[in-house]
C-alpha cells in the first residue's frame, strides 16, 4: 500500500511503501534513470537483480540490463558504458566481488562514476552468506567512494546521493555502497519513496564533458604512462577524493532541503551521546542492536550513546576527531579483520586510532571484532564490549592497545 506524504521543504509528494534494502536500490536505479545496468547472480546482491527486472517488466523502468557471464565481465561493460556517459549500476558480494576486482582497480582509476553495490558477506573459504565487510573494505586504497547503509530507507538515499556525488565534475570517481547481507539486503522496511520529478530537482543529468568517449572527441583511455607520469595521475584522484569532503556536505544539504532528512551531519550519526562518557563507533546495521543496548545501558545509570559512521571513504578524519575527542573511551566495532594489523585491530578501529593519533586531547581507543558471517551481534555481547570499553576509560591510552574478539565459542 503507498501512502502520499508531503514534505515539510516542498510539494513534491513521496510514498512510503514496504521493501528490503536491495528493493530499495532498485527504486533508486528506476528514480535515477539508469541507463546501462549490468547484473550477475550472488547472493546477497542478486535481490536487486530480480527487483530491478521486474520494474522492467512491468514498464517502470527503461534501460539496458545485461546479464553477464560473470563478475568480471559485468563490471567490464558497466565500465565502458559509463565512459561513453552512460548512467550505470551494477553490484556484487563476496567473492564475486573480488573476481571482479581488475575491472574495479580499473573503473577508480580512470576515473568513471560507476555506482555499485556490495551486499556484503564473508569471503570463502569457508563461507557463510552473513555480513563481514571485508568484501568491501578490499578496496579502501583504490579510489572508490564508500559509503555504509544502515535501513532499506538509507539505501534509496545513498544511492542517489552516490550518483550526485560521484558524477560530479570535481569527484568522478565511483562508490560502492555497502550493505549488510541479510540483516539489509533482504529485511523489509517502510521506506519513503520520492517522486520522479523530486528527484530529477536533486539529481542533474549525467555529463562527462570532455571525458566522453566520443569519435568526435577522440582522447586516450587506459593509457600506459610507465614511470613518466603515473605519479601525476595518482595525485590527480588523490585530489578528486579530497574535493568529495566537500561535494558529500552539499549533495547532504540539498537533499535534506528536498526530502527532510538525513540527519545533521552527512557523515556521522549520533545516538544518545550529549552526556556520554563512553561510545561504541561502527557502521552499517550494528547501529540497530547497539541502540537497544545503549537505552537498556541508559536505564541502569550509563552515559553511553553510539556514534555511527556514514562514509568510510573519504574518511571524514575532522568530523570523527571533533566528535570522539569529547569522550572518555571508543569501543569500536569491525565487522571485518585485519589480520597482523597494529595491536591485531579491524580495519576500522586502526583508522580511527589514526585519525586521532595527533590529538592532545583523545579517547582511550577499544578495538572489538563481532559479528563476522552474520552471526547476531546480541544485548550480552553489547554489554560485554560497553564494560571492556568502559574499564578502559580508567586505566588510560594505553588501555586501548588491544582488540578483543567478541562471542567466540571457546
Not at 516542498?10 to 536505479?29: D, K, N, P, Y
Not at 547503509?149 to 539505501?155: G, L, M
Not at 549525467?206 to 601525476?232: C, K, S, Y
Request: aromatic share 8%; with cysteine.
Amino acid at each position: 500500500m503507498a501512502v502520499a506524504v508531503k514534505t515539510k521543504e516542498t510539494s513534491e509528494v513521496q510514498t512510503e511503501q514496504l521493501m528490503t534494502g536491495c528493493e530499495a536500490i532498485a527504486e533508486a536505479i528506476r528514480l535515477a534513470d539508469v541507463d546501462v545496468m549490468a547484473a550477475f547472480p550472488i547472493r546477497p546482491y542478486d535481490t536487486v537483480m530480480q527487483a530491478a527486472a521486474k520494474l522492467i517488466a512491468n514498464g517502470k523502468l527503461d534501460c539496458e540490463y545485461i546479464v553477464a557471464d560473470g563478475e568480471h565481465s559485468q563490471f567490464e561493460i558497466v565500465k565502458h558504458a559509463c565512459a561513453v556517459g552512460s548512467r550505470v549500476f551494477v553490484g556484487s558480494s563476496g567473492v564475486g566481488w573480488f573476481y571482479a576486482f581488475e575491472a574495479i582497480a580499473v573503473t577508480a582509476g580512470l576515473r568513471l562514476p560507476v555506482v555499485a553495490i556490495c551486499g556484503n558477506r564473508a569471503l570463502d573459504d569457508p563461507g557463510a552468506f552473513g555480513t563481514e565487510h571485508n568484501d568491501s573494505l578490499a578496496v579502501r586504497d583504490l579510489g572508490w567512494l564508500l559509503p555504509w547503509a544502515e535501513t532499506a530507507q538509507e539505501c534509496l538515499d545513498l544511492a542517489l546521493m552516490a550518483w550526485r556525488v560521484g558524477e560530479d565534475a570535481r569527484v568522478s570517481l565511483p562508490v560502492a555502497i555497502g550493505l549488510d547481507g541479510g540483516f539489509l539486503t533482504h529485511s523489509q522496511q517502510l521506506v519513503s519513496v520520492p517522486t520522479r520529478a523530486a528527484t530529477d530537482a536533486f539529481l542533474p543529468k549525467f555529463d562527462l564533458g570532455d571525458r566522453l568517449l566520443h569519435p568526435d572527441n577522440p582522447i586516450t583511455i587506459a593509457p600506459q604512462v610507465d614511470q613518466d607520469w603515473l605519479m601525476e595521475i595518482r595525485r590527480q584522484n588523490d585530489a578528486a577524493m579530497r574535493r568529495a569532503i566537500d561535494v558529500i556536505t552539499e549533495a547532504h544539504a540539498d537533499f535534506k532541503k528536498l526530502f527532510g532528512r538525513g540527519g545533521d551531519s552527512p557523515f556521522l550519526d549520533e545516538y544518545m551521546t550529549d552526556d556520554a562518557d563512553v561510545v561504541f563507533f561502527g557502521q552499517g546495521t550494528l547501529a540497530l542492536p547497539m541502540k537497544v543496548a545503549i537505552r537498556r545501558l541508559r536505564a541502569e545509570g550509563h552515559k553511553v550513546g553510539l556514534v555511527r559512521l556514514k562514509w568510510f571513504r573519504p574518511f571524514p578524519t575532522d568530523e570523527v576527531v571533533k566528535s570522539l575527542s569529547r569522550f572518555k573511551a571508543v569501543g569500536v566495532v569491525d565487522r571485518d579483520y585485519s589480520f597482523g594489523s597494529p595491536h591485531y585491530g579491524g580495519v576500522l578501529y586502526n583508522e580511527v586510532r589514526s585519525a586521532l593519533y595527533s590529538r592532545e586531547q583523545r579517547p582511550t581507543i577499544v578495538g572489538f571484532v563481532a559479528g563476522l558471517g552474520g552471526r547476531e551481534i546480541d544485548q550480552s555481547m553489547a554489554r560485554e564490549i560497553y564494560e571492556k570499553t568502559a574499564a578502559a576509560a580508567t586505566g588510560g591510552l594505553s588501555a586501548g592497545d588491544q582488540c578483543h574478539w567478541i562471542g567466540v565459542r571457546e
